[in-house]
């Protein structure tokens, strides 16, 4: 909600408490106003742990890759040397027996960091499906204030209870993002 929109809602929130019978609807947006603030700074710091958790995933797969490359050389560097015949045969077989631990601890890690990386993907998806659900709670919440303005201005009260029933529900598809797993 930009400054200007909250301006002109406070101002017909002032009208409407003049008269008696609209107070109920003045408070009801204030409510409805304070519930889309709270929502929207639940979706973007929900949207933020996405990208965050995005990064770490992108950082951890760009580990697995570089680890990747490390044991491919290795692996053609010990071919390389069981390949060409060597002098010191004694010397040659502790440098491939160092490669080879090399090489099984790569494997090891590299297993390690595909894990790592799989579940800060899990997480991104999850952050988005929360995200998701705060910004249709938002949007919800916006529709049952707008729609709750216009009985300031027709003194109809369908439209409060109109604009109530959006209200609740995008309080509780906003309140959804909680139970998500």
């Known amino acids: 909600m930009e400054a200007g929109e909250a301006q002109e809602l406070k101002e017909q929130s002032e009208e409407a408490s003049k008269d008696e019978s609209l107070r109920p609807v003045s408070f009801t947006m204030s409510v409805l106003a304070v519930l889309v603030a709270i929502t929207t ?57 160092s490669y080879k631990s090399h090489l099984q601890k790569w494997n090891e890690d590299l297993a390690e960091e595909e894990q790592h990386a799989k579940e800060y993907e899990g997480e991104v998806r999850k952050a988005e499906r929360h995200a998701n659900r705060f910004d249709l709670g938002e949007a919800l919440l916006e529709i049952g204030l707008v729609i709750t303005s216009i009985t300031l201005l027709t003194r109809q009260r369908v439209y409060w209870g109109l604009g109530m029933a959006f209200g609740v529900a995008g309080l509780c598809v906003a309140a ?3 139970f998500i797993r």
């Open 41 to 97: 700074v639940l979706g973007h710091r929900t949207h933020t742990e996405a990208v965050l958790n995005q990064a770490r995933a992108s950082d951890e797969w760009n580990l697995y890759q570089a680890k990747k490359i490390r044991q491919y050389n290795t692996e053609l560097t010990a071919d390389l040397l069981t390949a060409l015949p060597i002098r010191d045969s004694a010397a040659a077989n502790k440098v491939t027996d």
């Open 176 to 178: 959804w993002a909680f």
